[in-house]
């Protein structure tokens, strides 16, 4: 059971690139989350999907783009990379049933770094 | 969801109690209260989460009040490796509970 999964664990981009960071859970979670983490800062909602095909905005959706086709996983675009979102990137999912629900469970972190 | 209020950090010695005190004087009748960790740069971890009832686990113990509106979770012997950023929640249980916004939590030192 490997829980979350986030690939890369390491990015550097140009600024004007596009990447996608990847995320896959293995616990057949309906709910879904990316948040990013500026340095000294807590974490901010940046879209989440309640299952597949459906996504809606969080605090700091701009620039960024997501997809939910399958309940397994939750890519996170980013269309031209900008200096201002460079940060470490957390995937989280969720369930809304049994013992643990609604206890998020965090991938490791994609750090990404825009120059 | 209800906002949450904690102080900005807090000093506790090892083997001593660590009590991280989290206000949330608006939440509603079907919001839990949640907490996580985190360590350094790792990914957030789940302690523990309670709806009025106190609750005890292996990691730690929460206290809620009466009225719901302040919680405290206690470490109950707080070792090094707990130096770490908590974070209190509190998020709609069942199927409301799809978004969680996280503040920005108790940075707790323990000394030796």
């Known amino acids: 059971n490997a829980g979350v999964t986030q690939t890369p664990k390491f990015q550097v981009l140009k600024t004007g690139q596009s990447m996608t960071l990847q995320c896959a859970q293995d616990?057949?979670?309906?709910?879904m989350s990316w948040y990013r983490q500026d340095p000294g800062m807590g974490l901010r909602l940046i879209h989440y999907s309640v299952g597949a095909g459906i996504t809606d905005q969080g605090e700091v959706p701009n620039g960024y783009n997501v997809s939910r086709s399958t309940t397994e996983d939750f890519p996170l675009r980013l269309l031209s990379a900008a200096p201002s979102q460079t940060s470490v990137y957390f995937c989280?999912?969720?369930?809304?049933?049994?013992?643990?629900?609604?206890?998020?469970?965090f991938g490791a972190g994609s750090r990404l770094t825009v120059l | 969801d209800a906002k949450t209020t904690q102080p900005p950090s807090m000093d506790c010695a090892e083997g001593r109690a660590a009590n991280l005190p989290c206000n949330h004087s608006t939440i509603s009748g079907n919001e839990y209260v949640y907490w996580y960790r985190q360590i350094h740069s790792q990914g957030p971890q789940y302690i523990i989460h309670g709806l009025k009832n106190n609750e005890t686990n292996e990691m730690a113990s929460l206290i809620i009040t009466e009225d719901r509106k302040s919680s405290t979770l206690i470490l109950p012997h707080a070792t090094l490796r707990d130096t770490a950023v908590y974070y209190c929640?509190?998020?709609?249980?069942?199927?409301?509970?799809?978004?969680?916004?996280f503040g920005a939590g108790t940075r707790l030192f323990v000394k030796a």
């Open positions: 989280a999912s969720s369930s809304p049933s049994g013992a643990g629900a609604n206890v998020l469970t």
């Open positions: 929640i509190v998020r709609v249980g069942g199927t409301g509970g799809f978004k969680t916004i």
């Open positions: 616990m057949n979670h309906e709910y």
